[in-house]
């Protein structure tokens, strides 16, 4: 709605709501228009009589046969049904504007007739008191268009003004020039009029467009709304607070109830408790900002309602209202995934630190308790083999076994993968926590049914004895520690955390650090075995051997070097050091005496082993002839097909291939 910009009162500018109300205030009370005419007709009769001038007669029935019209143009114009549309207010006006002005042309003509057709001064003063009489009350009801009220004036007053300068006499003369400066005068108070109900129509379209956008914001708020004002009575509510309360159809809410009794119909619908009701009647009555929660039961489900209470300054309380039922269960939901495993429903890691954090704080110091750390063996083959939906399976299977197995007092959680870990409480000697360790074997040892398909699995489990003032971490890194010792012995079995365990992981991290540092300084050493042609009795093959010669630790094996190195991810980079030392020291030898490097399964399965082995053959400038490369049973059978594509590969370019400690592995008469 256009609401700017209405200084100008043409119906061309302005909204149409204010053009028709305008037009609408031309006819308003059609009772004075017929007294006037009815007035103005026996003036001029009497004129007519008192004169005896025969021309007065036509005059007079020409004012009464006009003015009878438009009385009943406005009464035509009240019986209406239907409310005045733009396009029927500019007929209506084309209709009043042609009625005033034959009217008041008819005023002009009698006034002219008697002034200049006699010297009557009691016909003058009846011919001039009526016009002016006339254009007088004319202007109060064509202010609304003060274009008409111009028009009459023009057409009433000008001959009478015109006649009564022709008359010559001093005081006519006078009277025309004062009436002159009426008229002027009239002119701008119709104007005046006229703008200042103009500003009415506006500030009052405005005040109705403001208020239909408040109401059509107000009733399309997400939350529901009411307002109760200084007397305690409803003074406005939306649409969605009478959803929700299902008071929609309720008459009783437009009535201006009172708090208490618009929470009796809320109770009454069966949306919100009783309780909860004289909760709300308290937190309004209060008269102070606050914010509550309510949960009742509505239609058999339960819904959370937010409340949210503001006082208003001048009396009289609002009240929001949410609900959040739907919230609540998303942010439920959001904290349970937070603690608990989604696949098997277990605690997760987070939530099984904090209670048993929790447990070691309160509970009771002198009270053992066991923490045994659960990693199932040949998961992965299962994962391999049957797919990743079987292994789901298999791990909802030994939740379940571990749930049976048990105590109420005991908490059992998975960590991730194949991990989970227990709680044994109250566990009086170390048998105890054994013997859970053993059934725990035993039982997750059985056959499984998944899909038509046996599976047999094992489990290895590390244990960890509670002591005074242990942490949480402390405890399950011992476990993991103790884990990890029960899998190097074998699988299928248990172990106590011991402390020379921590000193063998300490040392192993230590080394570890030193073996980071040693790579990065180059501290590694090459050895090269040489290979004897038994035929000719000379060197044809010298095989690098890596070295490490530690300033503390003196000289380390490659047997505790490699390992460490494959678990760090370092050996890769230590392949790649290896490689382009023992080419760049090739190339120093006789032609025909080449250079054999071993390759271990990372090294020989990262994409780029073709673009290593060139690089290192480039920036060395050995030939590709004289660098043979080992690979072992284990690289040779993972990944066939790219291993067959690598192998090609480096054979087309001219490097040698070598099978390293064939025999040993997947051909040895015991694994056959």
Excluded at 215 to 228: E, I, K, R, S, V
Excluded at 485 to 494: D, E, M, N, S, V
Excluded at 659 to 664: A, S, Y
């Amino acid at each position: 709605m256009q609401l700017a910009d209405h200084s100008r009162t043409n119906s061309k500018s302005m909204s149409p709501s204010i053009y028709t109300a305008l037009v609408d205030s031309l006819f308003e009370n059609p009772i004075p228009m017929l007294a006037g005419a009815i007035c103005a007709g026996s003036g001029a009769v009497m004129t007519a009589i008192k004169t005896g001038i025969p021309l007065l007669w036509p005059c007079a029935g020409l004012i009464i046969l006009v003015g009878a019209l438009r009385a009943l143009q406005l009464s035509r114009y009240e019986k209406r049904e239907t409310p005045l549309t733009p396009d029927e207010a500019v007929h209506w006006e084309r209709n009043y504007m042609i009625g005033g002005s034959l009217y008041a042309a008819s005023l002009g003509l009698w006034c002219w007739v008697v002034l200049l057709g006699s010297d009557d001064p009691v016909a003058h003063m009846l011919g001039t008191a009526v016009t002016v009489a006339y254009i007088a009350a004319g202007a109060g009801r064509t202010y609304g268009r003060p274009r008409i009220a111009q028009l009459q004036v023009l057409l009433a007053c000008g001959p009478m003004a015109t006649a009564l300068i022709i008359h010559g006499n001093f005081y006519y003369i006078g009277f025309a020039f004062l009436n002159l400066l009426f008229f002027i005068g009239l002119r701008r108070i119709t104007l005046r009029l006229h703008e200042v109900y103009v500003k009415a129509l506006l500030a009052s379209e405005r005040a109705a467009s403001i208020a239909g956008q408040f109401d059509t914001a107000l009733n399309n708020m997400p939350n529901g709304l009411c307002m109760f004002g200084p007397d305690g009575r409803l003074a406005v509510l939306n649409n969605r607070f009478a959803e929700m309360m299902e008071i929609t159809g309720n008459l009783a809410v437009r009535s201006g109830i009172s708090v208490r009794e618009m929470v009796s119909l809320c109770v009454n619908a069966g949306t919100t408790s009783a309780a909860s009701g004289m909760t709300i009647v308290a937190e309004i009555e209060s008269l102070k900002a606050a914010e509550i929660t309510t949960i009742d039961h509505a239609h058999d489900a339960e819904r959370a309602l937010s409340w949210k209470f503001q006082p208003m300054p001048g009396g009289g309380t609002v009240v929001l209202l949410e609900d959040i039922t739907e919230r609540r269960n998303s942010e439920a939901r959001i904290s349970h995934m937070a603690r608990f495993d989604e696949l098997t429903g277990l605690p997760n890691r987070m939530s099984f630190r904090n209670e048993i954090g929790r447990l070691l704080r309160t509970g009771d110091k002198a009270a053992m308790s066991a923490l045994l750390f659960v990693d199932l063996d040949q998961f992965k083959q299962v994962n391999d083999t049957l797919g990743h939906p079987c292994g789901d399976q298999l791990l909802c299977m030994v939740a379940d076994r571990l749930r049976e197995m048990l105590r109420t007092e005991d908490f059992v959680a998975r960590f991730g993968g194949d991990e989970f870990v227990v709680f044994q409480r109250n566990v009086k000697v170390n048998h105890d926590a054994a013997d859970l360790a053993m059934r725990i074997v035993e039982r997750l040892s059985e056959r499984y049914e998944i899909n038509n398909h046996q599976v047999e699995i094992g489990a290895s489990i590390g244990i960890a004895m509670t002591e005074p003032d242990v942490s949480a971490d402390h405890l399950l890194k011992n476990a993991d520690m103790a884990l990890y010792r029960a899998k190097a012995a074998g699988r299928g079995t248990f172990c106590f955390f011991r402390d020379e365990m921590a000193q063998t992981v300490e040392a192993r991290r230590v080394l570890e650090l030193d073996l980071r540092k040693a790579l990065a300084d180059e501290e590694f050493e090459i050895y090269y075995q040489p290979l004897v042609n038994l035929k000719s009795g000379r060197i044809s093959t010298c095989e690098a051997l890596l070295r490490w010669n530690h300033p503390v630790r003196g000289r380390v094996s490659p047997a505790d070097i490699i390992p460490i190195a494959e678990d760090m991810g370092l050996i890769v980079d230590l392949g790649r050091w290896i490689l382009r030392k023992a080419c760049i020291e090739c190339t120093k030898w006789p032609e025909q005496v080449s250079v054999a490097v071993n390759f271990s399964s990372q090294q020989f399965h990262q994409r780029d082993v073709l673009s290593e082995v060139r690089y290192a053959l480039e920036i060395s400038g050995l030939p590709a002839n004289r660098l043979e490369i080992e690979i072992t049973e284990s690289s040779l059978l993972r990944n066939t097909q790219w291993t067959h594509d690598a192998l090609s590969q480096l054979h087309a370019a001219g490097c040698r291939i070598s099978l390293d400690d064939f025999g040993t592995g997947y051909s040895s008469l015991s694994y056959l």
